[in-house]
């Protein structure tokens, strides 16, 4: 592979997380192989390895843009992606605000929603971590 196809999975990786990136990987079949060389490339491997915004900053953009756009399904993914970019809670929240006023409350309406049910299941993961490791 090249050099950006590698830097796109590491990205990707950092981004999102190994457990997602092996499942993808893992349900990747010959028809959908292009689609996902060029999500590599281009989202991971230019746009998101870019230093010219933070990842953090990029997560707010992706929410909001996924929202306004009402991509609603790559909404959790994201918000989990917050983990590691670097994005709190309360950036998320201002990310929605502005696509209540430039895109329309609805939208913002349902992206708080799955990020509310992304964040309580991300809650509810850690703490079951924090009681194994206890025990």
Known sequence: MTDLHDQGMATRRAVLGDA???RAEAAKTEFD???Q????????GTVWSSDGISKRERSMLTL???AATG???EIPMHVRATARTGASK???LEAFQHVAIYAGVPRANH???LA???YAEMERAAAEATQEESQ
């Open 90 to 92: 309360r950036d998320v």
């Open 37 to 44: 060389d060029l999500i590599t490339l281009s989202a991971w």
């Open 116 to 118: 509310k049910q992304t």
């Open 33 to 35: 192989q292009p689609f």
């Open 71 to 73: 991509n609603f399904e």
């Open 64 to 66: 909001a843009l996924l």
């Open 20 to 22: 997602h990136v092996d």
């Open 111 to 113: 992206a708080l929603k």
